[in-house]
């Protein structure tokens, strides 16, 4: 996936305390961090206080406004530092606003992000180096320092405030999706004020629906509507001053840890590197289950929209595959949670490889096909086919005669009248020296005769060119009926070929009569 951000400002006075192996998280709503606190990576708890917490304040600002344009809600959760276990709403993450970002799984392969970030950092309260255990946590045996620690402890708090908003597109199709895609790139780059990004922003809600989530930390203004990208993005931009120092608005938006491996007179307890990789690779397998269990949903739902084959068997076939992945995610949970729980377990054989594929069922609107089928899913009653999606081989074909155009709709009632017509506008290019030139519509069941409605002629000259044309055929005990609209005779001077080509309107259809 590609992705592209902008970055307004960024200005930093004085300095923060940056220590290797440190982590950042973002701290929940209702929840009390204090410094020294162990914590469980793994599963995103804190643990009781283990070091030693003399702490100091440092000062200095940091502020940053950003506009990032996210293609999936896999980069959306890499973006926003989302662990394995907050993709799960474990630990922390369990609930609350934040929780929103980091376990939910609405999302498809139409879903797309603009990501509103301001940040403004006044300061953070740090423990000090170096970092020693307290007494307690000293004695402890390596076996069960783990369990009451944690693997890591909260170093440092940041002080300040954070706005986050983020605007997710949901495509009304797959074709619209790029559409929407390139919108959001155009209004993450070279930004130039809100007014441009609310402009570019209303040229993509015809392809989309839009819904905007929105974290504050620090400052209590009463917000903007999510829908008014203006001022929304205005007061992302005034956040600096909204909780600048002594304005009694700062908050503790975010928390860093640091390792116990930096921590004087540690001694190494058992790792818990199997089991985050495990619980990472459950994560991904998560995520890959909804977005399957996302298409099967959106095919079904909308099973008029799609070009079925055969309906009814497809549509069966599809809510098996939506009972396995439902029953696929539950079951990725439950390992997670075990994972997490389980301190001599490594989850190595967590995840399951037997996701199943989701056949690639094309929209009406870019394959063509059926579009109206029987009660029961089994008997086509009407097809059609566009310019874009009718086959167009032998361009430049012999003047005995070849295909134009082949089309075909299946799974039509045998022994029933079925209209075929064809319509709209071709391009047709005789060589210059042509007299005439002729084009029918037939079916291999009902060949255009010698005369009546199925065929055309016209004039020497080149260009474009409405046609109308009609057959009728029964349908074959193959429930099977094929459309080929021909060059059937070109009458040349001294050329041999001649071409049809069909414009934005031109449309083949079957129709029971």
């Not at 923060?16 to 950042?24: D, E, G, I, L, Y």
């Not at 509103?116 to 007494?135: H, M």
């Not at 086509?380 to 086959?391: L, N």
Request: one cysteine or more.
């Amino acid at each position: 996936m590609t992705s592209k951000r902008v970055v307004l400002l960024v200005a930093i006075l004085g300095s923060f305390p940056s220590v290797a192996q440190q982590a950042t998280y973002a701290i929940p709503d209702g929840i009390n961090v204090q410094l020294g606190m162990g914590f469980d990576s793994l599963g995103g708890r804190t643990r009781a206080t283990c070091v030693e917490t003399a702490s100091d304040t440092q000062t200095g600002t940091l502020t940053r406004f950003e506009l990032h344009a996210v293609e999936s809600f896999r980069d959306l959760r890499r973006e926003l530092g989302v662990s394995a276990s907050m993709s799960f709403g474990i630990g922390l993450w369990s609930g609350g606003a934040y929780a929103s970002y980091s376990s939910s799984r609405n999302f498809s392969n139409r879903t797309s992000f603009l990501l509103v970030r301001a940040i403004a950092q006044n300061g953070a309260n740090f423990v000090k180096e170096p970092y020693k255990l307290n007494e307690w946590a000293a004695k402890l045996e390596p076996a069960d320092f783990l369990d009451k620690c944690g693997d890591s402890f909260i170093s440092s708090r940041v002080l300040g405030g954070e706005f986050l908003a983020v605007y997710k597109f949901e495509s009304e199709s797959e074709e619209n999706a790029e559409q929407v895609r390139a919108g959001i790139r155009a209004a993450a780059g070279n930004f130039s004020g809100a007014a441009d990004v609310e402009r570019k922003l209303n040229e993509i809600r015809g392809y989309s629906s839009l819904e905007v989530r929105i974290i504050r930390k620090g400052s209590s203004e009463t917000l903007p509507s999510a829908q008014d990208t203006k001022k929304l993005l205005e007061y992302a931009l005034n956040l600096p001053e909204l909780v600048k120092p002594g304005s009694g608005n700062e908050y503790p938006y975010s928390f860093a840890t640091t390792p116990y491996q930096l921590v004087q007179g540690f001694r190494r307890t058992s790792s818990i590197s199997s089991r985050q990789r495990a619980l990472n690779a459950l994560a991904e397998a998560a995520d890959e289950a909804w977005l399957r269990l996302a298409r099967v949903n959106q095919i079904i739902n909308n099973s008029n929209k799609y070009a079925f084959e055969s309906k009814k068997a497809e549509l069966e076939e599809l809510r098996k595959i939506r009972d396995r992945l439902r029953k696929l995610t539950a079951e990725y949970t439950e390992m997670a949670d075990k994972c997490i729980e389980s301190p001599d377990a490594s989850c190595a054989a967590a995840v399951a490889d037997d996701l199943p594929e989701v056949p690639n069922i094309l929209p009406l609107s870019a394959r063509g096909g059926c579009t109206k089928w029987g009660a029961d899913g089994t008997v086509c009653r009407e097809c059609e086919y566009t310019a874009d999606q009718a086959d167009p081989r032998g361009i430049a074909m012999p003047h005995a005669g070849s295909i134009g155009f082949d089309v075909r709709c299946r799974n039509m009632a045998q022994g029933k009248k079925v209209n075929i017509k064809a319509s709209g506008k071709i391009t047709r290019t005789p060589a210059s020296e042509a007299t005439w030139m002729e084009i029918d519509l037939h079916s291999t069941t009902s060949p255009c005769p010698n005369s009546g409605g199925c065929k055309v002629g016209f004039g020497s000259s080149p260009g474009v060119e409405g046609i109308n044309l009609n057959n009728s055929v029964t349908v074959p005990p193959s429930g099977t009926v094929d459309a080929y609209l021909m060059c059937r005779f070109c009458q040349l001077a001294n050329a041999s070929k001649c071409s049809i080509v069909p414009q934005g309107d031109f449309k083949i259809s079957f129709k029971e009569d």
